[in-house]
């Protein structure tokens, strides 16, 4: 369903992206923010399923500053190698990144539309940042772990939160103190661990990815059309 294109930044970066297109004419766009293990066929396929749904999805590769081509698999090597380029990321080279692939979508669907942003892991983080510094209209985040960190941050749309009461990369303590600093923010907790949105991953939870995306759905669908 989709291709592979080239973005580039305000800062003249180049780095690749994932475009599904879906039939007929597109609901809005939706920016795709992937895990640590890169631009890899799970996120693809995810790019694939919202454009099954009728948005027009782009996925970045959000990695090309530090390492062009990331795409690893869910063993342990491929976990710390993952965890390795995450760290040489920088949040406001990241948040360029996603705006310039924001950019990308109005180019296509006409100025003045609408953009949402999903992420998953540490996409989850990206799109909790996307929302708090971009012009997008919805975020939905799932186990993103480093939400805590950026919580002093303020969306500027409306976000929804997906974590699971077993993650061990997340704990609950860090969920409770973004409640408090952020009341308003809707969130969701399932009797999952982390990762429970893959199905290429050992903590994938069928019956928690399906309400989990049925509620990500119906909030895009509220401020997206």
Known sequence: MGETIRLTASDEHTLDAYLARPEGTPKAGL???QEIFGL???IREVTDS???EGYLALAPALFDRVKRDVELGYGPDDLDYGRGLCAR???DETASDVECAVAKLREEL???AKVGVVGYCWGGSVA???ACRLDVQAAAAYYG???YELS???PRCAVILHFGEEDAIVPFDQIEAIRAEHPKVVDHIYHAGHGFNCDHREDYDPDAAALARSRTLALFAHNLS
Do not use: K, S, Y
Request: charged letters at 20%; glycine letters at 12%.
């Open 31 to 33: 920016v795709v923010c």
């Open 40 to 42: 890899n066929r799970h």
């Open 50 to 52: 919202f454009a099954a």
């Open 89 to 91: 990321t920088d949040w």
């Open 110 to 112: 006409g100025e003045g």
């Open 128 to 130: 909790w940042l996307a």
């Open 145 to 147: 772990g480093q939400i």
């Open 152 to 154: 002093d941050e303020t």
